[in-house]
């Protein structure tokens, strides 16, 4: 499996993986924890949350178990693999390395 | 272990596809559900907040599906539908599936057990390290003097000698057996490279007279004649009444110089024995490249190599001899002779392949043509055609692995006959079975066959899309109609080659069965007699012996006359000598007279039916003591004195001193070969084999032939005289006309392979006439009915269908003739009696061929012809 294709697609994979980090978690849950915590800048589509959440689930860095919630109702929890744990590392630093470059290029130029 | 955890989800994603979806509806209910409850927090009311929360969803189909896709099984999920639809649309067509899968199976299953026995016994490299610097002498000297002498002289090369077949009695337990033996010189393992398995090889001494009684063992014969027995090294066995102690035992695949070599013994190197050492060409010299040293510089020191060794002989030899020497690789030496007959094999089972391949591609493209409405709808419904193509080559790849697994059994089946149909003598025939390679040619057949099959219905599909674009008339049917006319115009054409190979085969067996042999005794019975030295050593005693055995033949009731001669003719033995010859002095240089030579006694003549033409026949009286004679044939008296008579003119064998004198002229007779003698002998001479026994005190074999009342019952005659002489062992009894059939079965188990290909091309090829025929009558029915309407007569419309066949016929016919041109010059090699431009077999087989595509295609045309024209117009 090779790199995140876009900007758009790596930065949603690794909001995923920030928050997924947390502890489990369900999709509805995911979407309005990076909602909050972007104080309602970044708004996740349904339509892009789900298909992200299946394929890091097929990469294998997250995993799920379907459990009931406080409400009573079955959702599908979401948590971090071993796997997981390491890819969020590389993409945080590549984030990391790539937001200075920006924030330097900015500031200098 | 992150690829395990993949490969888990991915097999889930395939084998719990439904609980993953309905786990899948689960998570999207829930998020809609939470997403209503919020709006309903907000204040809207329930039904409000429904809607409002699947507006804002989207389609929950679409997400669905985009979800689906992450599980990355997608082209399997479809491969495997695909795979379905294409075995069920097979199920429901079981005769086009049968003939399909058969055909492919036919063409696969030949191909592959050609190829891999054409690979098995030509290029696949022989079981000993570097066998690409083993090298034998092909057109060059052999012998014991020579060998050895060529062992001590050259720099080049390390080579030794062996003795290509040879048998000695093997007497154990009070049974004497033939056992397949052969003598070798010492250095044989360390030019082939091998080690025996158990105990030693023979050391640089034991080539010498008196220190030579060594034996060493093959692991068959030591399983099948010992037992196994591990405490048979040092043991004693009895060869030719001599013992011999066993001190080692070769490994399982050690083959040399043949799989059924038994028994390995040192040669006997003995200085006084003019004979053994210089004699004869018995010993052949097979050599390793030394460290550094090419096969340019092997060939290099052969002639000066040789010079020297002319001069050792202890007569002169001719200045020519050995000249003609060329250092070849062992490899090639080898096969040289089953070459062609392999190569046409295999290019018969390839055209059979192609045939194969072109009436499955017929077969799939009118099924393609039937499906044209499916195709068509499908295309309509939104169904992109890169997936309609993939469904194709899916139903393709079904049917030919399904094809090819038949193939692969009937190839195994094939292999297994395949030592049965080839002549024994083939090299390497044991070591002929499945491989790697077979699997190999089997896959890359395979893989041809499929691309083959799916470009023509391809090609249909895109054709068919552009011109449904640019609203063109021209069906895409009509179009494949033409493809499938062309491609049986071409089955045709290789249909007719192969005929014409198999033809051309079968004129050689048909001219090989009339050839006079000039005998005329198919019933005489010949069996190879071999006494040992107790019995035959010395030449009175030898005598004495024979004439025991032939009085115990002839108390036998059944037995009329018995006769000796030192070998049958036509049972493949060389026995050729070099000769001096009077009136006819060689000039100095130019090689020796080279004369065929049969010991025999006076009987023989009769009772081989060879009738004598001047002179007189041996007498009892042609004995030891008495003035050497000698008789010589027809051809030869006609060639060396043709113009007086050839009775009192002598001849002088060069190893001998003595000359011999001319008493009789005798018809001629096929000695060697049905297809006549090699180029280098220059006349048939007959000995009296009383003068001739023994050569040299030790084992002697002789052909005994029995003129019997009952040739059917050897076994009575074969008892009473292994009952008075249990030392003496008889071997490869056959009739004279059985011995003749052996001649000739390199050429007719070609025949008899390229005539199966033959027949069965044929029958595909008429198969294929039919279906693509029938087919297009088929689609014609409207023109047809139409014609018929407007007043054509049947006999017109079967003439219209014909003509179209008879087009194509002749055009694919001819095609196949010219390329059956160049194709046969491969097998010109093996023709008698016929050339490979024989105008018979190239007339006669394509006109069999248009004939049966006729036949074939009037079935259809008659179906034609009796279209209902009422029943066309009322579908109008």
Not at chain 2, 85 to 101: N, Q, Y
Not at chain 2, 221 to 245: K, M, V
Request: glycine share 8%; with cysteine; hydrophobic share 50%.
């Amino acid at each position: 499996m090779g790199k995140p294709a876009g900007l758009i697609q790596g930065t949603l994979d690794l909001l995923i993986l920030k928050t997924v980090s947390a502890g489990p978690v369900h999709g509805w849950a995911i979407a309005k924890r990076i909602q909050q915590m972007s104080d309602d800048i970044l708004q996740v589509q349904q339509g892009s949350l789900y298909p992200a959440l299946h394929r890091l689930e097929q990469q294998g860095w997250i995993e799920s178990a379907e459990k009931a919630t406080e409400s009573g109702r079955i959702a599908k929890f979401y948590s971090l693999t071993r796997a997981g744990k390491k890819q969020m590392a590389v993409e945080v630093g590549q984030w990391d390395r790539l937001s200075g470059a920006i924030g330097l290029v900015l500031k200098r130029a | 272990m992150l690829w395990l955890t993949k490969l888990n989800l991915r097999l889930r994603a395939l084998f719990q596809r439904r609980a993953l979806d309905r786990q899948l509806n689960r998570e999207l209910a829930f998020h809609l559900a939470e997403q209503t409850a919020e709006y309903l927090a907000q204040g809207m009311s329930p039904s409000e907040a429904e809607l409002a929360a699947r507006r804002l969803f989207g389609p929950v189909a679409a997400l669905h599906e985009q979800c689906r896709d992450e599980r990355r099984t997608r082209w399997l999920e479809d491969l495997m539908q695909d795979a379905q639809f294409a075995l069920r649309s097979f199920a429901k067509s079981p005769a086009f599936t049968l003939v399909a899968v058969l055909t492919l199976a036919l063409g696969i299953g030949a191909n592959t057990a050609f190829f891999s026995a054409a690979y098995g016994i030509m290029f696949r490299p022989l079981p000993f390290p570097s066998p690409d610097r083993l090298i034998d002498l092909d057109d060059g000297i052999a012998g014991v003097g020579s060998v050895t002498a060529l062992r001590a002289l050259a720099r080049a090369v390390d080579w030794a000698g062996y003795y290509p077949a040879s048998e000695l009695n093997l007497q154990l337990g009070g049974e004497s057996s033939k056992i397949t033996a052969t003598a070798v010189t010492s250095n044989l393992l360390r030019v082939l490279q091998v080690a025996p398995a158990r105990g030693r090889w023979f050391t640089a001494g034991e080539e010498n007279f008196g220190q030579h009684r060594y034996a060493v063992l093959s692991d068959r014969a030591w399983r099948e004649r010992f037992a196994e027995d591990p405490a048979i090294l040092g043991q004693t066995i009895t060869l030719n009444e001599e013992p011999f102690e066993i001190i080692g035992i070769m490994p399982a695949n050690f083959a040399f110089p043949s799989a059924n070599t038994e028994l390995w013994v040192p040669i006997h190197m003995d200085a006084r024995s003019l004979g053994y050492m210089w004699g004869d060409n018995d010993l052949w010299p097979i050599g390793r490249l030394r460290e550094g040293m090419s096969l340019a510089a092997a060939q290099g020191e052969l002639r000066p190599v040789i010079d020297r060794i002319r001069p050792m002989f202890p007569w002169r030899m001719p200045d020519a001899w050995g000249t003609g020497a060329q250092a070849v690789l062992h490899s090639k030496a080898l096969v040289k002779d089953v070459q062609p007959k392999l190569f046409a094999l295999s290019a018969a089972s390839l055209l059979l392949l192609l045939i194969a391949c072109g009436n499955v591609a017929n077969l799939l493209l009118a099924r393609a043509m039937r499906r044209e409405r499916e195709f068509a709808m499908r295309q309509a419904l939104g169904a992109h055609w890169s997936r309609l193509i993939r469904q194709l080559l899916t139903e393709n790849l079904v049917l030919v692995l399904i094809g090819g697994a038949v193939g692969l059994a009937v190839a195994a089946a094939i292999l297994r006959a395949l030592p049965l149909l080839l002549p024994k003598d083939t090299p390497r025939l044991a070591e002929i079975g499945p491989d790697p390679a077979l699997v190999l040619a089997a896959v890359a057949s395979m893989l041809l066959t499929v691309i083959l099959f799916s470009v023509a219905p391809m090609l249909l599909l895109l054709r068919q899309r552009r011109e449904s674009v640019a609203g063109r008339a021209v069906t895409a049917s009509t179009r494949a109609s033409r493809l499938s006319l062309a491609l049986f115009g071409v089955e045709l054409a290789l249909a007719t080659t192969l005929l014409i190979g198999a033809g051309l085969m079968g004129r050689t067996l048909w001219q090989l069965a009339n050839v006079d042999s000039g005998i005329r005794a198919a019933s005489l019975v010949a069996a190879r007699i071999s006494v040992g030295p107790s019995r035959c050593g010395k030449a009175e005693h030898c005598w004495a012996t024979l004439e025991n055995i032939n009085r115990t033949l002839l108390e036998n009731p059944v037995v009329r006359r018995v006769n000796w001669a030192d070998n049958a003719p036509l049972d493949q033995n060389l026995s050729a000598v070099a000769v001096e010859i009077e009136d006819h002095p060689k000039p100095p240089g130019a090689p020796a007279y080279v004369l065929w030579r049969t010991e025999a006694t006076p009987g023989y003549f009769p009772a081989l039916g060879i009738r004598l033409r001047s002179g007189r026949l041996f007498t009892a009286a042609d004995r030891p003591g008495a003035a050497p004679v000698i008789i010589i044939s027809q051809a030869t008296a006609q060639r060396f004195w043709p113009n007086e008579s050839a009775i009192g003119k002598r001849i002088r064998t060069l190893s001998e001193l003595q000359w011999r004198t001319v008493v009789g002229v005798v018809s001629d007779v096929a000695q060697y070969s049905l297809t006549g003698f090699p180029s280098w002998v220059d006349g048939v001479e007959y000995f009296s084999l009383a003068q001739k026994l023994p050569i040299d005190a030790g084992n002697i074999e002789l052909t005994v032939f029995l003129e019997s009342s009952q040739p059917q019952a050897p076994v009575t005659w074969q008892a009473s005289l292994h009952q008075r002489f249990p030392d003496i062992v008889i071997s490869h009894v056959k009739s004279l006309a059985a011995i003749r059939t052996d001649s000739v079965s390199n050429q007719r188990s070609t025949a008899l392979l390229l005539g199966l290909f033959a027949v069965l091309g044929l029958l595909l090829g008429i198969a294929g006439v039919y279906g693509v025929i029938s087919h297009r009558a088929q689609q014609r029915t409207r023109e047809m009915g139409i014609r018929l309407a407007l007043g054509a007569s049947a006999n017109q419309v079967v003439g219209m269908v014909l003509q179209e066949t008879l087009l194509v016929s002749f055009l694919g016919a001819a095609t196949g003739v010219l390329a059956a041109f160049g194709l046969s010059r491969f097998l010109s090699s093996l023709l008698f009696g016929v050339t490979a431009r024989d105008v018979t077999t190239l007339t006669i087989c394509p006109l069999v061929l248009l004939t049966a595509a006729l036949l074939a295609a009037a079935v259809p045309a008659q179906r034609a012809s009796r279209t209902d024209p009422a029943l066309t117009l009322r579908e109008e």
